[in-house]
């Protein structure tokens, strides 16, 4: 008797695989890591340089809570061909992971205003898979961004607090909203 694979039981399989190649975890646990996105055909390619260095320790706090982590831009007024750098400041004693793949292939979720709602841009189109990414405590990272068209956005990291990323238990920073003329 032939058994025939039933579409869930085909999604299943695959799902399993899809998650057994994807569990490369990527921690940013050096002074400076550079990532460049890969090429592709389908879009032009943009290059995002992130750099990691220990915070000097300020007097610490009772209690830590997701408000310990921000993100900030080197400007609030940039040019059409400038880059930007966004930094991401984690203040919390712990870790906070986040995944990369998301606005030109960083850590970093970039939005545009459009009218009184945020769209996202600067989407990743590389086929690799989303990896976690470990921001140790007390650190500043700064992700560089390619130069944007005129508009006003906002950069943002989705993350959570610990070395796993949890989708239940995530956060949201984002920077101040900046505008490139």
Same mark, same amino acid.
């Given at each position: ?32 890591? #550079?990532?460049? $996105? ?25 209690? %830590? #809570?997701?408000?310990?982590? %921000? ?11 400038? /880059? ?17 793949? /998301? ?33 140790? !405590? ?7 961004? !390619?130069?944007? !068209?005129?508009? #006003?956005?906002?950069? $943002?990291?989705?993350? $959570? ?19 490139? /003329?």
């Amino acid at each position: 008797m032939m058994r025939w694979v039933t579409p869930i039981g085909l999604a299943l399989v695959v799902s399993i695989m899809l998650i057994a190649c994807g569990n490369d975890r990527n921690a940013v646990n050096g002074r400076t890591t #550079t990532t460049t $996105s890969p090429t592709t055909t389908a879009a032009p390619t943009a290059t995002a340089e992130i750099t990691t260095t220990p915070k000097v320790e300020e007097t610490p706090t009772e209690t %830590s #809570t997701a408000s310990d982590v %921000s993100v900030s831009t080197d400007k609030k007024e940039y040019q059409q061909d400038e /880059q930007i750098a966004a930094t991401i400041t984690n203040n919390l004693d712990t870790s906070i992971t986040t995944f990369n793949q /998301q606005a030109f292939c960083t850590t970093i979720k970039l939005e545009r205003r459009e009218g009184t709602g945020w769209n996202e841009v600067g989407v990743c189109l590389s086929a690799a898979p989303r990896s976690e990414v470990t921001l140790e !405590p007390h650190t500043e990272t700064v992700v560089t961004l !390619p130069a944007l !068209p005129a508009g #006003t956005y906002r950069a $943002s990291l989705v993350f $959570s607090i610990g070395e796993t990323f949890d989708f239940g238990e995530s956060f949201v920073a984002s920077s101040e909203p900046f505008s490139v /003329q």
